[in-house]
């Protein structure tokens, strides 16, 4: 082997007298300069390619800039395109009629939501082959290689039917319902929240201003503030004092949700940047079982309950009220200029929609 010494560090360039002198011109000054020393530009394989985009988003979760479920969303759609083009395959080579190939491969096994997500990874990745200088000129994908239609995706959801519960079914599945659970469905219809919000809402969220949600959303980082009904207080008191301990109270100690075998309710079991972790939603499987014993045919998991929250509370005609109670960006002009919303507003809301919950417990007695 062709090898040189630097820093202590011998660095091989191969047998091959000619191909070891390639390779050493053009990676040594890469490593004189204390920089990972890459493939020659043009000759980046789909393998390489990968590699380097995955180490590089790797080092974001490491820095806590990145959460290890989304590297994993990642590392799924790298391994469609390696599964299609090939390890060896040179990105360079890469022309729109493969790019149409992979769509067509892709949705066969995945729905328009899903297919147009991949679709966004996948330039994703060969973007990032372009900046990091891994390929002279940007990837072409050609015309084959779009989303699907608006019109494709209305159809679809069209197809499913509105997500939506009324509320006589709610109050059957609250009387069925386990302590904890009976407490994140009344946090789904007060504040519009998902089962990953409860699973992640801390005990510090509900104690720095007692009667209010007042924390940012973990998901996006955007402040959300909410009054909670007596309903949801008393649910949630429930909760504190029935909590069982956490497994890891370094990481749980603070959430208000735990599981009866000590762990978060949603959580991501991260297996390191070689392999892609597991993901566990017990919130949705618990709610399952929660609809099928109250006789409840539910449209979709617990989010639905954060869709029924917006609709009724979208009828109060407040849109920048009911975002900040669900912590969603409102990326409009009029909030450059907008400074705060009063408490009274978010009451409205919140209290519109509780209004419409105990309607429907009054119409179930009825019937």
């Not at 302590?179 to 219809?189: E, F």
């Not at 959300?224 to 009904?229: N, Q």
Request: glycine share 8%.
């Amino acid at each position: 082997m062709w090898c040189k010494k630097h820093k202590g560090v011998f660095h091989y360039f191969g047998a091959d007298m000619a191909e070891a002198e390639k390779r050493y011109l053009a990676e040594w000054p890469d490593i004189m300069a204390g920089r990972k020393p890459r493939a020659e530009v043009g000759t980046v394989t789909v393998r390489q390619l990968v590699n380097v985009f995955l180490t590089s988003k790797r080092d974001r979760v490491d820095s806590g800039e990145l959460s290890a479920q989304t590297w994993a969303e990642y590392h799924r759609a790298c391994e469609r395109i390696i599964d299609t083009f090939g390890r060896d395959r040179v990105v360079a080579d890469l022309r729109p009629d493969d790019f149409g190939k992979l769509r067509a491969a892709a949705a066969k096994k995945l729905g328009p939501v899903a297919l147009g997500k991949f679709i966004t990874l996948t330039k994703m990745v060969f973007g990032f082959a372009f900046k990091a200088e891994l390929i002279a000129a940007p990837v072409r994908y050609g015309d084959e290689f779009g989303k699907p239609a608006k019109r494709i995706m209305r159809l679809e959801r069209h197809r499913k039917g509105p997500k939506l519960i009324p509320a006589a079914d709610v109050w059957r599945v609250l009387a069925v319902a386990d302590v904890q659970l009976r407490a994140m469905v009344w946090l789904g219809l007060n504040a519009g929240f998902g089962q990953t919000d409860c699973a992640n809402l801390q005990r510090s969220a509900l104690t720095s201003r007692p009667g209010w949600i007042d924390s940012p959303r973990t998901k996006t980082g955007i402040g959300r503030r909410a009054p909670l009904w007596s309903e949801t207080l008393d649910a949630l008191a429930e909760v504190e004092r029935t909590r069982p301990d956490p497994n890891d109270p370094e990481c749980d100690g603070g959430c208000v949700f735990i599981t009866r075998h000590g762990n978060r309710w949603v959580r991501y079991t991260d297996r390191g940047a070689e392999k892609r972790g597991i993901n566990l939603d017990a919130v949705a499987g618990e709610w399952r079982k929660v609809c099928k014993r109250a006789g409840v045919t539910a449209p979709g998991g617990p989010y639905t309950l954060r869709k029924t929250f917006r609709t009724v509370a979208d009828e109060l005609k407040d849109q920048p009220a009911a975002m900040l109670i669900m912590g969603h960006a409102d990326q409009s002009i009029s909030d450059c200029y907008r400074e705060q919303i009063s408490d009274d507003r978010l009451r409205a809301v919140t209290d519109h929609v509780r209004t419409w919950m105990l309607a429907g417990r009054d119409g179930d007695r009825q019937a």
